[in-house]
């Protein structure tokens, strides 16, 4: 099959849904199969190897996140769908699909059997009014439209509606490689009693709960003088993270900017527990099935996408989404008994196995195939 995945994101930036789309590419190219990714320009400026950049976009703040909108023009549009024509693609696989404007132009455009994945779970003051009604309506438009629509988890549904005309969405977990994260991992690595290494991974921004964690970390501190706190990201709240820094409990934090892939992995395989404190907005983890397999613990927001994730033994790792009391405990109880913390890693590692490509990617394989041929 000739498969072209349409991602309305940054594919040179950090994110779960960047991170499936590639990971999910190259392994049906590992089966036989042709793929290829379309996405704007990179912000940047430096194009992704094997990214097809198309268009134009500009960044914008959504529901406190950080997202583009891009823009084909016309003349764009029609060389770009004779080119996949030519190419002879089987399927387009659109993710988001209501981001403006790429994904929508495109599908017009090839007039393929489409798949839409709506990964994203939107804040409830996004589905009330005009917002609410355009989301819905966005929604509805591509369900009675594309051969198939995907769901990462339940999160999404709020937004989504079923009926005559409206087949429902399939759950269907998003995807990553996880080999170079196990590669990275030290399973034997003993942790130092009542000192961990705390890592946050993400964007500095109010969706991704880096407030939270500021806020908790006073009160870790005052149990766990030996604690570290590593923040890594880019993002418009950086200047909490530098005013906290400046605090006597915030000498034992470190701040680097957003790493490439491979220092990303090395981060997260350093720590001891992986802070997830985003309130809303998720509509699974990856970031979460990642670190885990680095041999990190998470603590996590229990919002409704992580709270997919972290079922079984591991929803005792989740806490009530923007309470900082509760983040601080849950981080002072795992550092305060490392044999909690060496059977929640080793929980992790397997529980994570599941989400590889490996196992994942054949349900990917089949959707599209049946797509293809109705």
Same mark, same amino acid.
């Given at each position: ?201 993400? &964007? =500095? ?10 806020? *908790?970390?006073?009160? +870790?501190? @005052?149990?766990? $003088? %030996? ?112 044999? &909690? =913390? ?10 994570? *196995?599941?989400?590889? +490509?490996? @196992?994942?990617? $054949? %349900? ?11």
């Amino acid at each position: 099959m000739k498969i072209v995945e349409v991602c309305p994101y940054d594919m040179t930036r950090h994110g779960g849904v960047q991170n499936h789309i590639r990971d999910l590419g190259k392994w049906l190219e590992g089966q036989g199969h042709e793929v290829r990714i379309v996405a704007p320009p990179a912000m940047s400026g430096q194009a992704a190897q094997g990214i097809d950049h198309v268009g134009r976009s500009r960044r914008i703040s959504v529901s406190g996140t950080v997202t583009e909108i891009s823009y084909l023009s016309g003349a764009q549009r029609r060389t770009l769908a004779r080119e996949l024509t030519m190419w002879g693609a089987d399927i387009v696989h659109l993710h988001t699909p209501w981001t403006p404007l790429i994904p929508w132009q495109l599908w017009k455009a090839c007039r393929l059997p489409t798949v839409v994945t709506f990964h994203a779970t939107l804040p409830e003051s996004s589905l009330r009014g005009l917002s609410g009604w355009f989301y819905r309506s966005a929604a509805r438009y591509f369900q009675r439209r594309a051969g198939a629509s995907v769901v990462p988890s339940p999160s999404p549904l709020s937004v989504l509606q079923t009926g005559p005309g409206v087949p429902a969405p399939r759950i269907l977990a998003p995807t990553v490689d996880l080999e170079p994260w196990r590669t990275a991992a030290k399973p034997e690595r003993p942790f130092d009693p009542l000192s961990p290494h705390v890592v946050f991974l993400g &964007r =500095l921004e109010h969706r991704k709960g880096v407030d939270v964690l500021l806020k *908790a970390w006073p009160r +870790v501190v @005052e149990r766990l $003088p %030996a604690a570290r706190l590593t923040i890594a990201g880019n993002g418009e709240r950086f200047a909490l993270v530098d005013e906290a820094m400046k605090q006597p409990w915030g000498k034992a934090i470190t701040y680097r900017p957003a790493p490439d892939f491979d220092d990303a992995r090395r981060l997260v395989a350093s720590a001891d527990i992986f802070a997830a404190p985003a309130p809303y907005g998720e509509s699974f983890g990856i970031v979460l099935v990642e670190a885990m397999s680095a041999g990190a613990v998470p603590v996590a927001a229990a919002n409704s996408g992580y709270a997919t994730v972290l079922d079984g033994p591991g929803a005792d790792l989740l806490v009530q989404p923007g309470d900082s009391d509760a983040f601080a405990r849950k981080i002072v109880e795992l550092g305060c008994d490392s044999s &909690r =913390l060496r059977e929640m890693r080793n929980w992790g590692r397997e529980h994570a *196995a599941q989400f590889d +490509v490996r @196992e994942v990617g $054949p %349900a990917y394989l089949e959707l599209f195939e049946e797509v293809a041929r109705g």
